[in-house]
């Protein structure tokens, strides 16, 4: 029930806050937040060194960020590819 509690509350999060730069703010916080979490079950619970996931997350951002400035793409249709470039370099 809680749970279901906070991504409601999450979901209104963009209804609420009006202005552009604290909704960017916010959207960063819960980005990092949840690369933090995976670090944190990865590296602190399982005492596992692993940079992978730090790696995927960078060439997603990497490659979306670099469609959109280099190559004019539209950030609706970057993104979809800064999630599969990693996806495609797994192996």
């Given at each position: 029930?809680?749970?279901?509690?906070?991504?409601?509350?999450?979901?209104l999060?963009?209804?609420?806050?009006?202005?552009?730069?604290?909704?960017?703010?916010?959207?960063?916080?819960?980005?990092?937040?949840?690369?933090?979490?995976?670090?944190?079950?990865?590296?602190?619970?399982?005492?596992?060194?692993s940079?992978g996931?730090?790696?995927?997350?960078?060439?997603?951002?990497?490659?979306s960020?670099?469609?959109?400035?280099r190559?004019?793409?539209?950030?609706?249709w970057?993104?979809?590819?800064?999630?599969?470039?990693?996806?495609?370099c797994?192996?």
């Amino acid at each position: 029930m809680s749970l279901l509690l906070l991504v409601a509350g999450l979901a209104l999060v963009p209804l609420a806050v009006r202005d552009s730069f604290f909704l960017n703010a916010a959207i960063h916080v819960f980005l990092l937040g949840t690369a933090a979490l995976g670090w944190n079950l990865i590296g602190g619970y399982a005492g596992q060194l692993s940079f992978g996931h730090a790696v995927f997350f960078g060439v997603g951002a990497y490659t979306s960020s670099v469609l959109l400035t280099r190559h004019g793409v539209w950030p609706w249709w970057a993104a979809p590819w800064g999630r599969r470039w990693p996806w495609g370099c797994r192996w």
